[in-house]
Every structure is written in C-alpha cells, then in structure tokens.
C-alpha cells in the first residue's frame, strides 16, 4: 500500500524551511527520501531504518518514528538546487526487502 | 564511470505493438528493478529481479513482461496486452538483495503511442 506524502507542493523563498511528511499505514522496516528532478532520474538522498535514526545529507535531514510509522523529510534553509519534486519510499519486513513502495510525491519550488 | 544505461530515451509504439526497453548496469548490482511513473504520481514496481534467470512480479506486472539472463541487463517488454502503456519508465538497481539498500536510477525511457 502507497505511502501518503503530505504536502502536495510547496513555495519557498530562498533561505526558508519546510517538512515534508511520509505516513504509512504498515509497520516499516526503513524509509527512503529521492528527489527528482523535471524530465530526470530520482536521486537518492538517504535510507533511516527503524529506531527513530535521523540522518542528514546537506542540510536536508529526516527523522523516523517507528511508532507512529511515519517519517519527515527537512529542508533547512533552503536553495535554488532544493527545487524538484520529493518521494519517500518505504519497505516493509523481510519478505518484501527491496520493494519499495513510493509516495505520489511533493512538489517544492524554491525561488530567489 | 558505472552506472544504469537506459535506451531508448524516447519510445513510440503501434497499436499491437510489442516494445522492449534496455536497461544495463556496469555497477556490478544483484538486483534490478522496473518502475512506471505517470504524471504527477510516484513509482509503481512492475518486475524486479534478485538474480541472472529469476524475477518476481511487482504491483503493476500485466502486460509487461521481463528477461534476466546476464547480471547486467533486464530488458523490459511491453506487450499488446499493455492497454495505456504511455508513461514514464525507470530502471533501477541496488548492490545486494538484503533489505534497505539504496536504488540507483537510470535516465528512463519516455514511452508514447502513435
């Protein structure tokens, strides 16, 4: 079952913050956070594994709570480069490692 | 540098058409995947396989259909059977087979119908 990403899309201005919200409705085993690019490949950005690991790659971070199976993609201060579309991808126990399922995706526009 | 190699870039299909799309990786990855995307929606998994001359069924297998007889290709077959074939399609790979293992995209393939 799909994930639900939440928000659709968001405006920023350079400089700002946003969250971006990944809700599953199954109990998962880790989450993915890609972003993709107009017309591109998705770009992996990082994997958290349950246990409420946050990792961090740039100053973009995400958190993991496993009880509520819900993870949160953060964009800190945000650049041009952030702009693109973001898709978290989660998987569940060992019989399904590697079959990700992805979020219908958040749009992010950062502008100057 | 390694990487997915996707070909063709953009595809065009016939009515009763069968179609195949490369896919190759010189990343010496176990597993590859296959993924539609459709506007303004995420990936949906078509096939994926874990090793050369085995695969699984994803979420959206009917109408497509998949080979894996060497390591670094898995060729992507849309058949006639695929009645809204027109998507964006995407190749992927990861290192091993074991579970949270980062997917490594190639480029896609535009396909549409004539």
């Known amino acids: 079952q799909q994930p639900v990403q939440s928000p659709q899309a968001v405006i920023l201005r350079e400089g700002e913050d946003a969250v971006i919200n990944c809700s599953s409705s199954?109990?998962?085993?880790?989450v993915h956070w890609y972003r993709q690019k107009h017309g591109e490949a998705p770009v992996f950005l990082m994997i958290?594994?349950?246990?409420?690991e946050q990792k961090g790659h740039e100053k973009i971070s995400a958190s993991f709570n496993e009880k509520k199976q819900q993870s949160s993609l953060y964009l800190t201060a945000s650049q041009l480069s952030y702009s693109g579309t973001y898709f978290c991808?989660?998987?569940?126990?060992?019989?399904?490692?590697?079959?990700?399922?992805f979020g219908a995706g958040t749009q992010v526009v950062v502008t100057p | 540098d390694g990487g997915i190699t996707q070909s063709p870039k953009y595809l065009f299909r016939k009515e009763g058409q069968n179609v195949t799309l490369s896919c190759e990786q010189n990343?010496?990855?176990?597993?590859m995947y296959w993924y539609r995307q459709d506007p303004g929606q995420g990936l949906r998994l078509i096939y994926y396989s874990q090793i050369v001359n085995d695969f699984q069924k994803g979420d959206i297998a009917e109408g497509y259909s998949v080979s894996r007889e060497k390591k670094e290709s898995f060729p992507l077959t849309v058949t006639s059977a695929q009645k809204n074939p027109t998507a964006f399609y995407l190749c992927a790979s990861t290192p091993g087979t074991g579970g949270s293992q980062p997917q490594h995209f190639g480029d896609g393939t535009r396909l549409s119908i004539l």
């Open positions: 199954k109990a998962l085993y880790s």
């Open positions: 958290l594994l349950k246990g409420g």
């Open positions: 990343l010496n990855h176990d597993a």
């Open positions: 991808g989660t998987e569940g126990g060992t019989d399904s490692w590697g079959k990700l399922q």
